[in-house]
């Protein structure tokens, strides 16, 4: 068989040898301790306690791994996996290079509790310019960028970064292992929040790291046994059985985002708009030259927090919201979680719903 193409390797991404009488992906196992031998004890059986060892989280992560093409070792949140990452790698005396226009969240965790610990923290614009990379020893890139959806150059970075001494570790949250592989761009990491359009159902918080260095998958799984931040064996299976429509749904945001990004763009009431599928969006060439696909993310500014009230409130389809990469439309104006955006910038991210139904929603939202 020639290569599998995406939708097929989603769907059976991670999924044990059929056995007749068997489902084709098992269900949940729920188990805080399992029995042991009473006389071998744990050495005899893969699985002993819950913390370290859950089969159904093993086969989430198999899953994750093929589509990443790296060794992958899931979390309870995006923010769990992020943090796990930055402590495993960063000791006192580091320095480590954040962008300054991504996930607020990475940045605050920095500001604090990693500046505490004699870490140095820096910052760089994800479309730069990057300052030289001697003496950081990690580099964490966000691309596309949630909320401002710049994008920068992975190999071009990496190589910079490497020959510098520095790890590159990649947020791959907005593109999904689908719309880009990071471990094949030079990233000796990924990290990402499987909470978005990985899962895409709105219904769990997950996170991973995928590499393919074992010593450092070594440390994180002990970082993460220890440590304790592991997703429930239900959060798990949900997300593994959302994955196999993983490709179905990237198809549609993206088509929703290719007829809802001109649209905006050309409204009189709309200003900013930013989709790096756009010929004239500054992330074009890169997002083109790099990506699998755009994401249906949509940045735009409608001028200020009451317009964007009027317009989600006269939106029959588009769900005010946080979070992105759903089924649902929704939509959310950053500046009120304190990000650091204008009064009315919205990111859009774009659902599943036809095309048609939601171009009509976003024209009448705006006035016509
Ligand atoms: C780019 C990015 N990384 C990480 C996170 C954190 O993920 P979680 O909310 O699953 O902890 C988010 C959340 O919005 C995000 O947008």
Not at 142 to 168: K, M, R, S
Not at 221 to 235: N, S
């Amino acid at each position: 068989m020639s290569t599998p193409g995406d939708g097929t390797r989603v769907v059976h991404a991670g999924l044990p040898a059929p056995v007749p009488g068997e489902p084709f992906l098992p269900g949940p196992v729920f188990a805080a301790p399992y029995h042991l031998d009473p006389v071998a004890g744990p050495g005899a059986a893969v699985d002993g306690y819950g913390r370290p060892d859950n089969r159904t989280r093993r086969a989430l992560e198999t899953a994750i791994g093929e589509l990443e093409r790296g060794d992958t070792r899931v979390f309870a949140s995006g923010q769990a996996a992020i943090t796990a990452a930055l402590l495993t790698v960063l000791r006192p005396g580091d320095a480590v290079l954040l962008p300054s226009d991504g996930y607020f969240a990475v940045r605050a965790f920095a500001a604090g509790t990693l500046a505490e610990l004699g870490v140095d923290v820096r910052t760089a614009p994800t479309a730069g310019p990057y300052p030289s990379f001697e003496g950081i020893r990690l580099v964490l890139l966000e691309t596309p960028a949630n909320p401002g959806l710049d994008v920068c150059d992975i190999p071009a970075i990496a190589a910079a970064a490497h020959a510098a001494g520095a790890l590159v570790a990649v947020d791959n949250t907005a593109a999904t292992p689908l719309g880009q592989r990071p471990l094949d761009l030079g990233a000796d990491l990924v990290v990402a929040s499987g909470t978005k359009a990985l899962t895409g159902h709105s219904d769990l918080l997950l996170g991973y790291v995928a590499a393919r260095d074992e010593a450092l998958l070594a440390r994180l799984t002990t970082w993460r046994a220890q440590t304790g931040g592991v997703p429930g064996a239900f959060d798990c299976w949900l997300a593994h059985r959302s994955l196999g429509t993983l490709d179905l749904r990237l198809a549609r945001q993206t088509a929703n985002a290719a007829a809802l990004a001109p649209l905006l763009a050309a409204h009189p009431a709309v200003t900013g708009v930013r989709w790096p599928g756009l010929p004239g969006d500054p992330a074009h060439a890169i997002a083109s030259a790099q990506m699998r696909r755009i994401p249906g993310l949509i940045g735009f500014d409608l001028g200020s927090e009451e317009r964007v009230g009027a317009f989600l409130s006269a939106s029959r389809l588009i769900f005010a919201a946080t979070s992105f990469g759903g089924l649902h439309t929704s939509a959310d104006r950053r500046a009120q979680w304190g990000d650091d955006t204008t009064p009315g910038f919205v990111r859009l991210s774009c659902g599943v719903e036809d095309t048609k139904d939601l171009v009509e929603d976003v024209k009448a939202a705006l006035g016509g």
